[in-house]
């Protein structure tokens, strides 16, 4: 295994092998991988996060092919991270969005990472962040996330990225969707997708109208594109609002979002690692006594949560 000192120099110094390592490290969430975080940590802060989200179907990764052609045009390198469902079960995934982006393989300028949530909510695997980090580490900016869904608990993206577009498509129950979703909180800027189907109009009118109902507050109206992204359609105009905000985004006067990142991530690894602690804490087979006895109503999870936190074993 090489020294976590020398992967972060090879990293640092753009070794596309070094950062797959990284990533690969951090995903195992090992001792190494908590070492090698820290160290890259001081080299971050410089990429743009930008994150995609949207229902199945509704073209995310071909706008991602689209904004990585653009941003590669402009000399930029980019990372992108496509985060797939994968069930709770075996943890596996379709991970299809590579093959998507298939034109990009060879380019040393594009660093392409498929990710599978692992049964986590909020649609981002858990390491989401630290993949970004590492991305960032190694030069990349911006680095594109696409997300999967928009579903009620699927809006981690809004905790992760500076700019989120929400992506939609006509003919997908489109009323009911946007607003069981949730997503007039998290949108930058929404994009009508495939806006040569029929619908397109009627779903931007749905949209228009529901951000009439929503109240001023901090954050100014999101803008509604359209785009074809299979023929590139709308695709410089997505690209200079998506810039225009992550300048923005990166205003030093802007620091409620960050702050808000650094405290959903803070959190996050604090009920990681002790929810981790508690359970290695436990004697062999004690987990498994607890988790009988609650199935068996011998004794309510509650008091046995206390127990555990408490290093106690369950009576």
């Known amino acids: 295994m090489i020294p976590v000192g020398e992967l972060l120099e090879r990293l640092t110094d753009g070794d596309v092998r070094a950062l797959a390592r990284a990533i690969s490290l951090a995903e195992d969430q090992g001792a190494a991988a908590i070492e090698l975080l820290r160290s890259a940590f001081p080299h971050t802060g410089r990429a743009s996060i930008i994150g995609l989200t949207g229902p199945p179907g509704a073209g995310k990764s071909s706008l991602v092919d689209r904004l990585v052609t653009a941003n590669r045009a402009a000399g930029r390198k980019v990372g992108v991270i496509a985060v797939d469902p994968s069930s709770t079960y075996s943890g596996g995934a379709i991970l299809g969005d590579r093959v998507r982006m298939q034109e990009h393989a060879g380019d040393e300028g594009v660093f392409i990472r498929s990710m ?23 030069g990349y900016d911006p680095v594109l996330v696409e997300t999967v869904g928009v579903g009620q608990d ?51 009118s749905e949209l228009d109208y529901m951000l009439s109902l929503v109240g001023p507050g901090d954050r100014p109206k999101p803008p509604i594109l359209r785009t074809v992204a299979v023929r590139g359609d709308g ?81």
Not at 116 to 138: E, F, K, Q
């Open 154 to 204: 699927e809006i981690d993206i809004v905790r992760t990225a500076d700019v989120v577009a929400v992506v939609l498509v006509p003919g997908m129950g489109d009323d009911i969707q946007a607003i069981k979703a949730g997503i007039l909180e998290i949108a930058d800027l929404f994009v009508i997708n495939k806006a040569d189907r029929v619908g397109a109009d009627r779903l931007q």
């Open 116 to 138: 599978a949530t692992r049964g986590h909510l909020g649609g981002l695997s858990r390491s989401t962040n630290d993949a970004i980090d590492l991305m960032d580490a190694a």
């Open 235 to 315: 695709v410089a105009e997505l690209q200079q609002q998506l810039e225009a905000r992550t300048a923005q985004s990166a205003d030093p006067s802007n620091v409620t979002r960050r702050r808000e990142r650094a405290r959903a991530r803070f959190l996050d690894l604090l009920r990681d690692r002790l929810i981790r602690s508690a359970v290695e804490g436990m004697a062999d087979g004690e987990l498994e006594r607890i988790v009988a006895s609650i199935a068996a109503h011998e004794t309510d999870p509650y008091s046995a949560v206390d127990r555990a936190l408490h290093g106690e074993e369950d009576a």
